[in-house]
């Protein structure tokens, strides 16, 4: 017997295994596995109805659709938007970089400042 819903899930099945398999659209891996998987589930499900199984009649549920639908949906938006490159990594903040905080070199109020070698510096001398 000729089912429109047999031909539908054995032709979402071949359009997700297909885009699973492009690399194309920068898609993660993860993305790319459901796809493949799901694809082949709806594909063998849609050959097992139309050619094996013999059963009377069986449940037919459009609502599976939506997964092929959200599958490509996400497929063409990762092919339309551009990926942004990544950004140069700024370094950590050094001293005085923030308000508040003495310059690197400057001496605190209280007196001569260690340098990063641990020698002192010249500081203001406190009056007597």
């Known amino acids: 017997m000729f089912s429109w819903y047999v031909v539908l899930l054995c032709l979402s099945g071949i359009v997700m295994v297909v885009l699973g398999a492009i ?7 993860g993305s790319r596995a459901l796809s493949v ?5 709806f594909l063998g499900y849609g050959v097992y109805l ?3 199984f013999d059963g009377g009649s069986y449940m037919m549920f459009f609502q599976a659709f939506i997964l092929p ?4 949906v996400n497929f063409i938006r990762s092919v339309v938007t551009k990926p942004t490159p990544p ?3 700024m370094g950590a ?3 005085g970089q923030y308000p508040g905080t003495p310059a690197q070199g400057q001496p605190y109020a209280g007196g001569p400042v260690q ?4 020698q002192p510096q010249a500081g203001p001398t406190q009056p007597s």
């Open 23 to 29: 690399n194309k659209a920068e898609q993660s891996a």
């Open 69 to 72: 639908v959200l599958l490509v």
């Open 93 to 95: 903040p050094v001293q």
């Open 87 to 89: 950004q140069p990594y």
């Open 50 to 52: 139309g050619f094996i």
């Open 37 to 41: 998987i799901a694809g082949l589930g």
């Open 115 to 118: 340098s990063y070698l641990g």
